[in-house]
């Protein structure tokens, strides 16, 4: 079976410094894959590499078996693979409703056009609809995103990931700036929006992370130390020493 | 599922507009308003189609005349031909002709310019804009350099009785195409296209995360833009049966904005608004002083600055306190700032007029304003406006404050209750 995404000798430097060196990785089809690592790891930048966001320095990336190494943006989109952003990334001047459409539009097959009056496609507005009940945002359907609130507007990026039906979903550290409750609340919604799809997820939260994640890769310093189960992960000297232990003594200290 | 209301009060809405373009003429009789209403139709197609880059699509345009001039140019040509007996073709359609013509130079012009976003594009599109105007004086042939090209729209069969000799006549044609472009360009706005273009204008990096490639949304926003332009082109050739190449030009372009700006970016009607005001500037006003057009300057500046989003979100913001029935606590105030803004008003003509009197060589200097005479060249008349300015502002200031405290004190009273 191939991986879902299949990353090969990545590379990406900025200027001289060099940010990931050498990273390949599998990630299996139906999985929900964790990358874990302490600050300037390079976990944003992978997520960047991967949805197009920056250009590789070396090395290959896979979508499904297709190559999708330095496409643009939107054509990976279009290749079923969404992502969401770590500082929030939405339509400000536009509602919660619009803003989820806007997710829809394009693999609703309407695309640019000019000749279809939006509010008539019922395929998009159902769609929508749903996504809005799903992220428990359907009761501020008209409110316009740039004034709701942080852990709202954190739903609504997450409502626009999905909202295209993408078979492959990267979300980039939902649950920061969560209390506990609206983290729980986000790792719910997290495993039902993800069943049956592929998710890479970068997460600083252990606990959302052993709660949801099938396998996790620790990356350190730009490269993947280990990728294994949360059993696996834990019991791996080298991470431990790395990155848990530390963060251990950081909590155990606090 | 749940269904949007405002289906009632758009019909409302755009019977009314039709009813406007059709009594205007009845009850503004002169020929005056009549050639004043002919070129504010014209012109709120342009501002319209201009407002689906800037207020639509983010995209400030330098060089929007580029599209409606030569739009112009194919009709002029076209009416010619007409008029030699080469082409059979029906005036009411010359319109058409026009606007491909400007979709088709939108394509060509807007592959380039569409590529970048922001600061980049409006540079480009200034630069496309001087390329064209020089174009059209390098080639006098087709555009008859500052001359221009004229012609005559009384040609072929008339149409159904129509001529488009009578300038009663031509007032139609234009609010006919007006009205239908008004409702194309709004139904536009409601396309997936129209949606993302906003969607574009608001956050382009996470539109080309939900698949969009921004570049073409935006040159695609520009094609059908500049197919409106070139009608509005078209309706401005058939009006003045001359185009010269002051259609093509940079004062085009940034009367456009203007007219654009002043009515509202941000809402679909305000160029509406600002096209009926621009053109109530540049006709009547030019008739009656020599410096109309520094008023005009004037009068944008203070919309940038105390009104951004234009004459329409000045009467937008009265819907809630009216709805709410407050609005009579806010008629004093107003008033009186009114008042207020008139005082200072009358301090600033009276400067600048004789300021203009004094410049012009040969003119009279002396002016008389409510029967009282004066001389611009003794120095009275000068500290007399001068302290009628100053009061005025001051008071402006004043008054000014009170509305302001007045408004936030309602709308803190209607959040209030709209939380309770």
Known sequence: MTNAIELQDVHKSFGTTKIIHGVSL????????????????????????ISGRYELSAGRILLHGGDITNLRPYEINRKGLSR???????????????????????????????????????????RAEEVMERIGLAKRRNVPAGTLTY???????????????????????????????ETGHVVELVRTITEGKTLVMVEHDMGVVFDLADRISVLVYGEVLATGTPEEIRANPAVQEAYLGALHKETAHA | ?????????????????????????????????LTMMTQMGTLIIFALSYNMLLGQGGMLSFGHAVYSGLGAYVVVHTLNLMGKGSVVFPVVLLPLVGGLAGLVFGVLFGYVTTRRAGTTFALISLGVGEMVFACVLMFPGFFGGEAGVSTNRVVGKPFFGLT??????????????CFLSMVAMFALTQTPLGRMANAVRDNPERAEFVGYNTQRVRFLQLVLSSFFAGVSGALSCINFEIVSAENVSAI????????????????????????????FFIVALSGFTKAWLLYLGLFFVLIVLYAPGGLASLVLMQFPLIRAGR?????????????????ALAGVIGLVEMVYRLSEPG????????????????????????????????????????????WGAIQADLLAKAAG
């Open chain 2, 252 to 279: 085009r372009s940034g009367g456009v904005l203007l007219a654009t700006y002043i009515g509202g970016v941000p809402f679909f009607f305000g160029p509406v608004v600002g096209s009926i005001v621009f053109v």
């Open chain 2, 164 to 177: 488009f000799g009578p300038a009663l006549q031509v007032y139609y044609l234009v609010a006919v195409w």
């Open chain 2, 327 to 343: 609005w009579r606590e806010l008629l004093l105030p107003y008033a009186l700032a009114g008042l207020a803004g008139l005082v």
């Open chain 1, 151 to 181: 852990a709202e507007q954190r739903a609504l990026e997450i409502g626009i990931t999905i909202a295209g039906g993408a078979s492959v979903i990267l979300l980039d550290e939902p649950t920061a700036g969560m209390s506990r409750t």
């Open chain 1, 84 to 126: 969401s952003f770590q500082v929030t990334n939405i339509f400000h001047n536009m509602s919660v409703f619009e803003n989820i459409r806007c997710g829809v539009l394009w693999t609703a097959g309407h695309r640019y056009s000019f000749w279809h009056r939006v509010g008539a496609l019922k395929d998009v507005q159902r």
């Open chain 2, 363 to 406: 003119a009279s200097t002396v002016l008389s304003v409510l029967g009282v005479s004066f001389d611009a060249r003794t120095a009275p008349p000068w500290f007399a406006f001068a302290a009628v300015l100053a009061a005025g502002l001051i008071a402006l200031r004043i008054t000014t404050r009170r509305v302001g405290e007045r």
């Open chain 2, 1 to 33: 599922m749940r269904f949007t209301p405002l289906n009632l009060g758009r019909w409302i809405l755009w019977s009314a507009t039709a009813l406007v373009f059709i009594a205007a003429p009845l009850v503004f009789t002169s020929g005056f308003s």
């Open chain 1, 26 to 49: 599998g990630i299996r089809a139906g999985e929900r894959h964790a990358i874990i690592g302490p600050n300037g790891a390079g976990k944003s930048t992978l997520f960047n590499l």
